[in-house]
């Protein structure tokens, strides 16, 4: 569990980093928007509503992918699929350091 939030905030905080930051948030339940649930990652859209990304380890894509669209249900089209490409920007890969197990 630590790893795995470790990961996620970490990541966060990178993308905080970035030109666009002030659109970054997760782990965040917004009033009770996602059912009561928390996404790993949201970013906010222009003209409303959140981009949503839950993160598991590799091999897990239907257990995130499951929650991630119980989160959109919940939200009742406040929420869609995050855009992978948003995060990665065209690069094959993102390294980043930190948190309890850096590198």
Do not use: C
Not at 3 to 23: C, N, W
Not at 74 to 80: D, P, S, Y
Request: net charge negative.
């Amino acid at each position: 569990m630590l790893i795995g939030t470790d990961a996620h905030f970490v990541l966060l905080e990178y993308m905080k980093s970035q030109p666009d930051g002030d659109r970054w948030t997760g782990n965040v339940g917004l009033g009770g928007l996602f059912g009561g649930g928390r996404p790993d990652l949201l970013y906010e859209r222009t003209g409303g509503g959140y981009e949503g990304w839950e993160i598991k380890p590799q091999g897990q894509d239907d257990a995130a992918k499951a929650q991630l669209q119980g989160y959109i249900d919940a939200a009742a089209g406040n929420l869609v699929p995050g855009d992978n490409q948003r995060i990665f920007v065209g690069l094959p890969y993102l390294k980043i350091n930190g948190g309890w197990f850096s590198n």
